[in-house]
């Protein structure tokens, strides 16, 4: 029989849910590090009704949600095959295949190889080390700073790459490379990160955060098996619940977030971010240092 104090716990739990998945859905897509944003809500909205290690499981598959809007939103864009008629004319081809589309993931994939090394070799070692207020506020005030800086001096410069077609596999791996910092030192940001190297190296603003968008699918879907696969596959229903709801509302979050980060981003930069990047690392070194 449920107690009513165990149904109350799982209520809290479903309405935590609910928060997690909007801070997912909104910061996914921006500088800011949401894997950051994740633990330093965990020590504020821990759940209570779950297992141990379920929310280190949780807070990387959560993010398959806000992968899946992408998928939605640009699905004409990296979905390989043609079906039709007229795609496979347009393709030139008597084939189903889109060729300019398999040739974009196999950037992708070449772009996940150096933090998919890390990831398996390191995970458990980066979880126990950096998977912590102080280190979480270190990296968002250092790679805030990185931004104002690279922006800064970037004000004025034309773009080398200007489209996803012009990127190419030595491009991709470099980019893969800076994604390592993320897979390291959570806080960073996965899509800060290949962000700002995918700008040091002369890649233009938009196209650097759409093949970012492309590069989280892989890269989180195999972080997230990894992650399930870590914690095993005997969830309780409360858990079941919890990060379904996560998930869908990391979803519809991120199907609003990315059409307005890809409209601003046209007209701005991200010095924006650098300076909440910031504000919010040393906001939580203060807050944490003297509460928890």
């Not at 807070?59 to 795609?87: C, M, S, Y």
């Not at 979880?127 to 931004?147: K, R, T, W």
Request: aromatic residues 14%.
């Amino acid at each position: 029989m449920i107690t009513e104090e165990y149904t109350v716990g799982n209520i809290l739990d479903f309405i935590k849910a609910i928060v997690y998945g909007l801070v997912e859905g909104i910061t996914e897509w921006l500088p800011v590090s949401s894997t950051g944003h994740l633990i330093i809500l965990e020590k504020l909205l821990p759940f209570s009704g779950t297992s141990e290690g379920f929310f280190d499981m949780f807070e990387v598959v959560i993010q398959l949600g806000a992968i899946l809007a992408v998928v939605v939103l640009f699905f004409k864009d990296i979905w390989p095959f043609a079906f039709t008629k007229k795609e496979r004319e347009k393709c030139g081809l008597k084939t189903v295949l889109k060729a300019d589309k398999w040739l974009l993931w196999a950037k992708l994939i070449v772009a996940c190889i150096p933090a998919a090394v890390v990831g398996v070799l390191f995970d458990d070692w980066v979880d126990e080390h950096f998977y912590n207020y102080v280190s979480v506020s270190i990296a968002l005030i250092v790679f805030g700073i990185a931004f104002i800086v690279v922006e800064t001096l970037n004000k004025g410069k034309k773009a080398k790459i200007t489209s996803l077609a012009d990127i190419t596999f030595v491009t991709a791996i470099l980019i893969g490379l800076f994604q390592i910092l993320a897979a390291i030192f959570p806080g960073t940001s996965r899509s800060g990160a290949t962000i700002l190297g995918a700008l040091l190296i002369g890649v233009a603003r938009p196209i650097a955060a759409e093949f970012t968008f492309f590069l989280a699918i892989p890269v989180m879907a195999g972080a997230s098996l990894l992650k399930i696969v870590k914690f095993g596959f005997d969830f309780t229903g409360t858990e079941l619940a919890v990060l379904a709801i996560g998930m869908i509302v990391a979803f519809a979050v991120s199907l609003v977030v990315l059409k307005l980060f890809m409209s601003y981003i046209k007209k701005r930069d991200f010095k924006v971010f650098g300076w909440y990047r910031i504000a919010l690392g040393i906001i939580v070194l203060v807050l944490f240092g003297l509460v928890f």
